[in-house]
T-cell receptor, first 116, second 118 residues
Framework: ETGVTQTPRHLVMGMTNKKSLKCEQH?????MYWYKQSAKKPLELMFV???????ENNSVPSRFSPECPNSSHLFLHLHTLQPEDSALYLC???????????????FGPGTRLTVL | AQKITQTQPGMFVQEKEAVTLDCTYD???????LFWYKQPSSGEMIFLIY??????QNATEGRYSLNFQKARKSANLVISASQLGDSAMYFC???????????????FGKGTHLIIQP
């Protein structure tokens, strides 16, 4: 079984729609992350959760709203997005607390989002 | 300023040859971690290898090794005996300690598109 799963794998939405991306990790990790990967740009960290509390928010527009109900699940709620938000959204998890020297992040397959 | 620099946008390598993918980084923190990930066309980021800033020896993991030159702030990935399945994007990433609680995001480079030719 894949350690980190994401649904849906592909999503097309209009600018007025509301949708949610789901991430689930089966690795017993304490930390979860959302990254955005746009064409021609490096991966950008969006949100970090540790023990279900948000510990980092990299100036992400409020039209992206994360939710971490428990250490295994992470959501990204989307509303009134713009076409430039079209990207691959990747979820990752890591051991986190207690964080060892090799706190490696393991990624899911991503959700390919297209905003029309 | 870029924290992770990968200067090779694309590389073509003959199958079975060794390949070196370049990565330089910029940090003033003495404690950091360096990672390499592989991203096939399917999109998933696959962890390959890790090097800690205090590690005395270069990391190795199967056909992957990391040529860590701390004074030069470089962390090049070496793939020995390349295979057709190695064709993918390769990303170098760095984790710096965060003063908050328990988890640190990664800073990624722009990646190198590696193509292995038969």
């Amino acid at each position: 079984e894949t350690g980190v799963t994401q649904t849906p794998r592909h999503l097309v939405m209009g600018m007025t729609n509301k949708k949610s991306l789901k991430c689930e990790q089966h690795l017993g990790h304490n930390a979860m992350y959302w990254y955005k990967q746009s064409a021609k740009k490096p991966l950008e960290l969006m949100f970090v959760y540790s023990l279900e509390e948000r510990v980092e928010n990299n100036s992400v527009p409020s039209r992206f709203s994360p939710e971490c109900p428990n250490s295994s699940h992470l959501f990204l709620h989307l509303h009134t997005l713009q076409p430039e938000d079209s990207a691959l959204y990747l979820c990752a998890s890591s051991q986190g607390v207690p964080a060892g020297a090799t706190d490696t992040q393991y990624f899911g397959p991503g959700t390919r989002l297209t905003v029309l | 300023a870029q924290k992770i620099t990968q200067t090779q946008p694309g590389m073509f390598v003959q199958e079975k040859e060794a390949v070196t993918l370049d990565c330089t980084y910029d940090t003033s923190d003495p404690s950091y971690g360096l990672f390499w990930y592989k991203q096939p066309s399917s999109g998933e980021m696959i962890f390959l290898i890790y090097q800690g800033s205090y590690d005395q020896q270069n990391a190795t993991e199967g056909r992957y090794s990391l040529n860590f030159q701390k004074a030069r702030k470089s962390a090049n990935l070496v793939i020995s005996a390349s295979q057709l399945g190695d064709s993918a994007m390769y990303f170098c990433a760095m984790r710096e300690p965060y003063s908050g609680g328990g988890a640190d995001g990664l800073t990624f480079g722009k990646g190198t598109h590696l193509i292995i030719q038969p």
